[in-house]
């Protein structure tokens, strides 16, 4: 069983910045994939970043590449989505996922484990 803890939404103005934390606890969490999925209203999840824990390597979709960056700190078993140069159109509640397989998965059908989610409001 593994649990995730979102934390670090909040409410930001247009070309801000917010960092957001993901702590994760369970068995051999170390060997999973790492997930962030956001959710606008009335939109589906879509699919934001990824970072397999073992080899850091990380994935971002083209929609936040050059202004989102995931990374990881093992110490702290924590996985954090930096998020730079918001725009209105990054609001959503920001999930957390966690994928036991080895690759940087962008589907959410192959995340296992997932957090509660996080709120992101950007004010134009």
């Known amino acids: 069983q593994v649990q995730l803890v979102e934390s670090g939404g909040g409410l930001v103005q247009a070309g801000g910045s ?9 068995r051999a969490i170390s060997t ?3 997930g962030w999925f956001r959710q606008a209203p009335g939109k589906e999840r879509e699919f934001v970043a990824a ?19 995931i990374s990881r700190d093992n110490a702290k078993n ?8 918001l725009k209105p159109e990054d609001a959503a509640v920001y999930f957390c996922a966690a994928s ?3 690759g940087l998965y962008t589907g959410e ?7 509660q989610g996080t709120q992101v409001t950007v004010s134009s």
């Open 109 to 115: 059908q192959l995340y296992r484990y997932w957090g």
């Open 32 to 34: 999973y994939t790492m």
């Open 51 to 69: 970072i397999m824990w073992t080899s850091g390597r990380t994935y971002s979709a083209d929609s936040v590449k050059g202004r989102f960056s």
């Open 78 to 85: 924590t996985v954090y989505l930096q998020m730079n140069s």
């Open 100 to 102: 036991p397989g080895a």
């Open 18 to 26: 917010l960092r957001l934390s993901c702590a994760a606890s369970g």
